[in-house]
Every structure is written in structure tokens, then in C-alpha cells.
């Protein structure tokens, strides 16, 4: 079948799926307090829609690990404190989960310079070309997720360019790239050019989630 076919019957499993995550109150949302379970909701969301397994921990910089997720509590903070309002805070919450359980979800932690296929995911390009892809991939399918949430995605937006971290570098998308790849996440149906091109064919994405 062509990824054409694969992005229509991604839009129909959206459809049909609803999305009816577990409604979260970020009012009551408490900074310098222990606020994991906002997480861990989030995550068993991701889980409950897209049936991928994960474990989650705690601990420096946010990762994505084989069968695991590694929040960081304190950027996390830092991000959640630039918007007082509370759909915002969950937005910026989710999308982050997200971004990180799709890296998961597409088996892309499990790639390498040496190696280069693995589950439906290969990499045609150098791996610093294909882990740019990767990128977009994931920022395209959590811009997705949040807007079949109905969540905003303009503070992920205003997260990307306002800090440093996300201007891009040999392996990441620029700023500009990640806010296209949330824009495009509006849209329906899915963007093949992020999931086969010439540096990297990721149909995993398709034959997992369409399911």
C-alpha cells in the first residue's frame, strides 16, 4: 500500500479513535511541588491511544530510551512558568510527553550510525540527516495529537523560537523547521515527506498506529 494510503487511514483511525484522553486540570498544577502525576496521566494516555509500552523516570535533560521515558522535572518547570494559563501549560506538557513517546513509538532510539534499519525504520542518508527527520516526525505527530485534543499549539510554537536549545544544530531542526512541523500538524491526513525521503523511510509509523 502507498504512504498515501497509509496517511488515509491514519486520519480515519483519528477519527474513529476520538482521543479521549483523561481531562486534567493544570490550575491545580503546583510549581516546586511533586506534580508527577500529571505526567504519568499523560503518558498512560499515550499509551491507551497508540498502544506502545513505556516506563517512565526521572532525571536530567528529557530522553526518550528504548521502552522508557526520562522526564525532567526542572525543564519542565522552567517551560510550564511562560504562560499563566492552564490549556497552555497542558499543551506544552503534552506535546513534550508525546514528542518523546513517538521517539519511542517509532523505534528511533534504536537506530545508530551503525545501525541504519531496524522495525520499518531506514536510514538512506547519514544519521545526523535522518535524526533531523526524526525530529520532524515526532513534532509532527505530538502537534497532531494536541490538535485532535483541541489543545493550542502556539505556546509549543513560542517554546521553539524563544529558546536556544531548539535553534537547530548538525542533528536537530532549525526553530523555523520544528514551528512548520506543528503547523503542518493542523492539517488532516499525515505529511509523507517526514516519514520517506531520501534520508529516511520510517513506515513503522504508519503500520503501528493505524492498527
Do not use: W
Not at 522526564?71 to 518547570?77: F, I, L, Q, R, S
Not at 536549545?165 to 536537530?172: L, V
Amino acid at each position: 500500500m502507498k504512504l498515501l494510503g497509509y496517511g488515509f487511514l491514519f486520519a480515519l483511525f483519528l477519527l474513529q479513535k476520538g482521543f479521549s484522553a483523561t481531562p486534567l486540570d493544570f490550575s491545580e498544577y503546583r510549581f516546586g511541588q511533586n506534580n508527577r502525576r500529571f505526567f504519568e496521566t499523560i503518558i498512560k494516555d499515550l499509551m491507551i491511544e497508540y498502544g506502545q509500552p513505556v516506563t517512565t523516570s526521572y532525571g536530567k535533560d528529557f530522553q526518550a530510551k528504548i521502552d522508557r521515558i526520562v522526564v525532567d522535572e526542572d525543564k519542565m518547570e522552567k517551560y510550564l512558568k511562560e504562560t499563566q494559563n492552564p490549556k497552555e501549560q497542558e499543551a506544552i506538557a503534552r506535546f513534550i510527553l508525546a514528542h518523546e513517546y513517538f521517539h519511542v513509538a517509532l523505534k528511533h532510539v534504536q537506530t545508530s550510525d551503525r545501525v541504519r534499519s531496524v522495525d520499518g525504520v531506514e536510514i538512506l542518508g547519514t544519521f545526523s540527516e535522518a535524526r533531523k527527520q526524526m525530529e520532524q516526525q515526532v513534532d509532527h505527530l505530538a502537534a497532531k495529537y494536541l490538535h485532535q485534543l483541541g489543545l493550542p499549539t502556539e505556546p509549543v510554537q513560542r517554546l521553539f523560537l524563544s529558546h536556544p536549545e531548539f535553534h537547530g544544530g548538525d542533528s536537530y531542526p532549525s526553530a523555523q523547521e520544528r514551528v512548520d512541523s506543528v503547523l503542518r500538524g493542523a492539517r488532516p491526513g499525515i505529511e509523507e515527506s517526514y516519514f520517506d525521503n531520501q534520508f529516511i523511510k520510517c513506515t513503522f509509523a504508519f503500520r503501528a498506529l493505524v492498527r
